[in-house]
């Protein structure tokens, strides 16, 4: 009887953060992703950590689609396409990493059953994400019964071969473990299209001090320090703006700007502190690290 049970369980699920969510990676963090895309606001933060309403949650996997570091363990909205188009019906709006899996899996058309502005914006704003990576736009149809004979029109072969494929894929998807059918790690931006950076990073070498938590925290890796280069891998960048939420000082800035991806080289230096003794990074040459520098700015003595 336990087994039958342990069973049925597995068959659903509910979708919840994992580890990798940057809200338990730092409680500095802003992220509001998955609110914000929730459309039944099944979605609240409790403690600063993103909590699933189970009883609002209608499973339809939009907030899957929208974690910039794939946190959400899930299994995304379920989409009907029909000869290689997208047929957009009732249900829930698509996102713009959605749409941006489907056309990295040659998915070319979106054919809209009715006019929706919120629908209307995301092609619009996937759109033009693809045309400043030198792709052809989404064509836009609306032309459901056509898409509907032509689906109707198939060989003998081919019909008993589509029964076959989809009773395998009824199968897969009601007597499978929910856990087997989750596809959220295919949303990662990065992987889609990997020789272009979707966003731009900015120090304010005025403010930064070099003290290397975000290059620590970041969950990408877009930081390194070789020698005394510091190196930037845009092109991992998935603009989750951890770096931005944990830095005290303003020092660094997360913008969205499309452009190819390449390894930017940044000459910083390092040196014992001669205070403390400590090895320290800076953008120039100093004697000093940040943390002794500030004890004597703010020393009492200077105010005597």
Same mark, same amino acid.
């Given at each position: 009887m336990s087994?039958?049970?342990?069973?049925l369980e597995s068959l659903s699920h509910e979708i919840k953060a994992t580890d990798h969510c940057l809200?338990?990676?730092?409680?500095?963090?802003? =992220?509001?992703?998955c609110v914000d895309s929730?459309?039944?606001q099944a979605i609240s933060f409790e403690n600063g950590i993103p909590m699933v309403n189970n009883q609002?949650?209608?499973?339809?996997?939009? =907030?899957?689609?929208?974690c910039p570091v794939v946190a959400l363990e899930g299994k995304s909205p379920s989409r009907k396409v029909v000869n290689k188009v997208l047929i957009l019906e009732d249900g829930p709006?698509?996102?713009?990493?959605?749409?941006?899996?489907?056309?990295?899996?040659?998915?070319?058309?979106?054919?809209?059953?009715s006019p929706n502005q919120n629908v209307d914006q995301i092609i619009k704003e996937t759109n033009s994400q693809l045309m400043g990576m030198n792709n052809l736009p989404f064509e836009i149809r609306n032309d459901q019964e056509s898409i509907n004979l032509q689906e109707k029109k198939l060989s003998r072969r081919d019909f008993f071969n589509k029964l076959s494929f989809d009773s395998?894929?009824?199968?897969?998807?009601?007597v499978t473990p929910a856990k087997w059918r989750f596809n959220y790690t295919k949303f990662k931006r990065i992987g889609m299209f990997p020789d272009w950076a979707l966003f731009t990073i900015d120090f304010h070498k005025e403010q930064c001090t070099l003290c290397e938590t975000c290059f620590r925290l970041c969950p990408e890796?877009?930081?390194?320090?070789?020698?005394?280069?510091?190196?930037?891998s845009a092109g991992n960048c998935t603009g989750c703006s951890? =770096?931005?939420?944990?830095?005290?000082?303003?020092?660094?800035?997360?913008?969205?700007?499309?452009?190819?991806?390449?390894?930017?080289?940044?000459?910083?230096?390092?040196?014992?502190?001669?205070?403390?003794?400590?090895?320290?990074?800076?953008w120039e040459e100093e004697d000093s690290c940040f943390i002794c520098k500030s004890k004597k700015a703010n020393s009492i003595l200077n105010f005597l």
């Open positions: 087994l039958w049970m342990n069973w809200r338990k990676i730092s409680p500095f963090s802003t =992220c509001t992703s929730c459309e039944s609002n949650c209608n499973l339809c996997g939009r =907030c899957v689609t929208v709006a698509p996102t713009v990493n959605e749409l941006l899996f489907m056309y990295k899996n040659e998915i070319r058309t979106i054919s809209i059953s395998k894929k009824l199968a897969a998807a009601t890796n877009v930081f390194s320090i070789e020698g005394e280069q510091l190196k930037l951890l =770096c931005v939420d944990v830095c005290k000082f303003e020092g660094i800035n997360i913008k969205q700007e499309i452009r190819e991806s390449a390894v930017e080289c940044m000459t910083i230096h390092k040196r014992n502190c001669k205070t403390c003794g400590d090895p320290f990074y800076s």
